[in-house]
């Protein structure tokens, strides 16, 4: 496989960080006087989760929810099978559910069902990233950090076949890379 010197860079380091600050303040706004739990999805999201928690400043909760990957696969199934489950009760609690991307919006769309079905007092989604081109299941997505045009991007937590994760910026993987 090809060196990461091969990877464009997408969205740098520095605007990644602007812009969870803003998703941060925004969310620190919607959630005065509360303590919502953050339900982040592994693998993906936990490099955004671990920036956008230090950036909210606000009694909050932290759970994750591991969910089966794409594997080397670049195309969603649309069959989500939940790994590892919440390990606290989220019923009459304020839930935010923590994303790294939206691809056709299946997963979420599953995981938001799969959450409501426990009853929290709100649930809200926040995506880092978007890629509204592929989308199958339109879900409103709160607090979105990027719109991103079509392309398997890695980084920032994302990865490709357990690559490419602790990139401090988001990069377009090259075709080259991808296996047939
Ligand atoms: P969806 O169900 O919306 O099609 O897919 C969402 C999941 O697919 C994400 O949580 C992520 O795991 C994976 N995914 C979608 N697009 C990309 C991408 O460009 N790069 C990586 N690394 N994963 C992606």
Redesign the pocket.
């Known amino acids: 496989m090809a060196p990461q010197e091969e990877i464009t860079v997408l969205i740098p380091e520095e605007q990644i960080q602007k812009r969870v600050k803003e998703l941060a303040e925004e969310i620190r706004r919607n959630y005065l006087g509360k303590c919502p739990v953050l339900v982040g999805?592994l693998q993906?999201a936990f490099v955004f989760m671990a920036d956008l928690i230090r950036q909210l400043r606000m009694p909050l909760a932290v759970d994750f929810l591991r969910i089966s990957?794409?594997g080397k696969n670049l195309v969603?199934s649309?069959e989500v099978k939940i790994l590892l489950d919440l390990t606290i009760p989220i019923a009459n609690r304020s839930v935010i559910l923590v994303?790294?991307?939206?691809?056709?919006?299946?997963?979420?769309d599953y995981l938001k069902a799969n959450l409501l079905a426990r009853q929290p007092e709100s649930l809200a989604v926040c995506a880092l990233l978007q890629?509204p081109e592929?989308t199958i299941k339109l879900t409103p997505i709160d607090y979105l950090g990027f719109t991103i045009p079509n392309?398997?991007?890695?980084g920032y937590g994302?990865?490709?076949a357990g690559r490419f994760r602790d990139l401090p910026y988001l990069g377009i993987l090259p075709k080259s890379m991808k296996e047939p």
């Open positions: 999805v993906g990957s794409y969603t649309g994303e790294d991307i939206v691809d056709t919006g299946l997963t979420v890629k592929n392309h398997f991007v890695v994302l990865d490709y």
